[in-house]
């Protein structure tokens, strides 16, 4: 089992940016998959930035090109750059482990299935 601690949450006015960590340990199998998903109040979670060992990293189409997903080269830290922040993408933030190799394929909304280990999150919130 992986276990995962995310930080570096906050509160940020619109346009702002934020950085969010997430410190993994415990590897109990390999680990294909890396990624950060978010839920909002009231919806569903949602992946939003996955990073493959092999495949490189996909990004879903509502944070493609403001957000960035990467690891450290040991692969123990995994990261999200947050860039133009809006109010939409205020949410609780969750980073996440797979084992499976086909973790960045299939639907965005079925890649969460896919995730075994995740963390406790840690709160985004934007303001106008």
């Known amino acids: 089992q992986v276990q995962l601690v995310e930080s570096g949450g906050g509160s940020v006015q619109a346009g702002g940016s934020l950085r969010l960590s997430c410190a993994a340990s415990?590897?109990?199998?390999?680990?294909?998959?890396m990624g950060w998903f978010r839920q909002a109040p009231g919806k569903e979670r949602e992946g939003i930035a996955i990073?493959?060992?092999?495949?490189?990293?996909s990004y879903t189409d509502s944070v493609k090109g403001r957000f960035t997903i990467s690891q450290d080269n040991a692969k123990n830290n995994l990261y999200l750059q947050m860039n133009s922040l809006n109010p939409e993408d205020t949410a609780m933030y969750y980073c996440?482990?797979?084992?499976?190799?086909?973790?960045?394929?299939?639907?965005?909304?079925?890649?969460?299935?896919?995730?075994?280990?995740w963390g406790q999150g840690t709160q985004v919130t934007v303001s106008s």
């Open positions: 990073i493959h060992r092999y495949s490189g990293t």
């Open positions: 415990g590897y109990a199998a390999i680990t294909y998959c």
């Open positions: 996440a482990a797979s084992g499976w190799y086909d973790c960045d394929s299939g639907s965005w909304s079925s890649r969460v299935t896919k995730y075994t280990d």
